[in-house]
């Protein structure tokens, strides 16, 4: 896993890490100019915010077709259909880890938001270059 970004709770982070012993799977990268590289090779797309409008980092991980799972701020409506073309989940660590898990272990459910996000995103081109 990789984290990107930077926050008042890195600290604690690192050492629950620690802690754990996952300092090979789970990695805090800090703040990036350019995230495109980490999200290219994810398999899944989470977002955690709590509170944020408009969320660019969902619109990039949707032109990625990457199958996203945020939590449910009030930007993540504006941009996602839970179940449809990603899910939504409350900011609870079990659920958020119920649905991670359940996204790890369906390939299909991944393959499917894949290409409903693929089709979005020609939607969208189409749409551009007709105006």
């Given at each position: 896993?990789?984290?990107?970004?930077?926050?008042?709770?890195?600290?604690?982070?690192?050492?629950?890490?620690?802690?754990?012993?996952?300092?090979?799977?789970?990695?805090?990268?800090?703040?990036?100019?350019?995230?495109?590289?980490?999200?290219?090779q994810?398999?899944?797309?989470?977002?955690?915010?709590?509170?944020?409008?408009?969320?660019?980092?969902l619109?990039?991980?949707?032109?990625?077709?990457?199958p996203?799972?945020?939590?449910?701020?009030?930007?993540?409506?504006?941009?996602?259909?839970?179940?449809?073309?990603?899910?939504?989940?409350?900011?609870?660590?079990?659920?958020?880890?119920?649905?991670?898990?359940?996204?790890?272990?369906?390939?299909?459910?991944?393959?499917?938001?894949?290409?409903?996000?693929?089709?979005?995103?020609?939607?969208?081109?189409?749409?551009?270059?007709?105006?």
């Amino acid at each position: 896993w990789y984290c990107v970004g930077e926050g008042k709770y890195r600290k604690k982070l690192e050492h629950l890490i620690k802690e754990h012993g996952i300092e090979e799977n789970f990695i805090l990268l800090g703040s990036s100019s350019n995230p495109y590289p980490y999200m290219a090779q994810a398999d899944i797309y989470v977002q955690t915010s709590r509170h944020e409008g408009f969320c660019l980092t969902l619109a990039e991980a949707k032109c990625l077709a990457k199958p996203i799972i945020t939590t449910n701020f009030i930007g993540a409506f504006e941009q996602i259909h839970d179940g449809e073309n990603g899910y939504i989940v409350n900011v609870n660590e079990e659920e958020l880890y119920l649905k991670i898990k359940f996204l790890i272990e369906n390939k299909e459910n991944r393959d499917y938001l894949r290409n409903i996000l693929s089709n979005e995103k020609d939607k969208n081109e189409q749409l551009q270059f007709s105006l």
